[in-house]
């Protein structure tokens, strides 16, 4: 084939440096040059410094920080617990249910973040369940946006799950819920895991719909890093960035590792 020999394989590298480096590589590496700069007039910062990450590391940052490892944990354990329950369920159903199951799931995703930040809003600004103003109305709206993501992630997985093994358990009389408990969701522990990780990222990222609704005693990162740079904060901003970039990318590192085992149990 044509990619095995020398001269596409030069082909294909340096197609993936000229799109990868200015469109991903390109804007981080700037950000983290910023992150140790207090000024940059030419084309690299200038008087570097490591107070920036002092600042991004103690106080109203860390308690930023704090704020969004909370809401994105107590989100991705949500969207998980309902996006696998929705799977399992909707793996029973007849196949324009399932359909319908599915377009559910996935209409947050269809709309702008904002618009389903108002939803919330609007939804639990009253009695019975009147949660503005709290960190619980943060934590529903994370937990609608990644729910999509979870459930998607398992009814895939679930799509390829060899029905072998739980008629297996079910020939040796093996009730539904055993065979539920000890078959179908080892199987699923691979796609579940990285379902959580993708959701925890996503939620540690959420600006948008994090906008309307954040009590003042509850500031995610990504509002501070907004914040910060909005009001001409830039140096600061980026390493509060860094920092956020680091703690998701050290936890989803954590997540691969649970799920690498999982895969080879």
């Given at each position: ?18 799109l ?12 983290l ?10 084309v ?14 103690r ?29 399992l ?8 249910h ?9 209409l947050?995703?269809a709309?702008?973040p904002v ?29 609608v ?11 895939a ?43 925890f ?8 719909a994090?906008?309307?609704l ?27 960035a ?6 998701t ?15 080879y149990?």
């Amino acid at each position: 084939m044509l990619v095995h020999s020398r001269k596409a394989r030069w082909v294909l590298w340096a197609v993936f440096l000229v799109l990868f480096l200015p469109l991903f590589a390109l804007p981080l590496l700037v950000v983290l040059g910023a992150s140790f700069a207090t000024h940059w007039s030419g084309v690299l910062p200038s008087d570097l410094t490591t107070a920036n990450y002092r600042a991004a590391t103690r106080g109203e940052a860390l308690q930023a920080l704090t704020t969004s490892l909370l809401t994105a944990v107590a989100a991705s354990l949500l969207a998980l617990a309902v996006g696998t329950w929705a799977a399992l369920a909707g793996a029973a159903l007849k196949k324009r249910h399932r359909r319908l199951m599915d377009a559910l799931f996935v209409l947050p995703v269809a709309v702008p973040p904002v618009v389903v930040g108002l939803s919330v809003l609007v939804a639990f600004s009253q009695p019975p369940l009147l949660l503005n103003g709290t960190r619980w109305i943060v934590v529903t709206a994370h937990t609608v946006l990644v729910t999509a993501f979870a459930h998607q992630s398992v009814s895939a997985a679930l799509a390829r799950l060899d029905p072998a093994y739980e008629q297996a358990a079910a020939s040796l009389g093996a009730r539904p819920a055993h065979v539920l408990w000890r078959v179908r969701l080892p199987l699923l522990l691979p796609s579940l895991t990285g379902a959580a990780g993708l959701c925890f990222a996503l939620s540690m990222g959420e600006l948008s719909a994090t906008m309307m609704l954040y009590p003042p005693d509850w500031t995610p990162l990504p509002v501070l890093i907004h914040a910060a740079t909005d009001r001409g904060a830039l140096f600061t901003g980026s390493a509060v960035a860094v920092v956020l970039m680091a703690t998701t990318l050290l936890v989803l590192v954590a997540v691969s590792r649970v799920r690498s085992r999982a895969s080879y149990r």
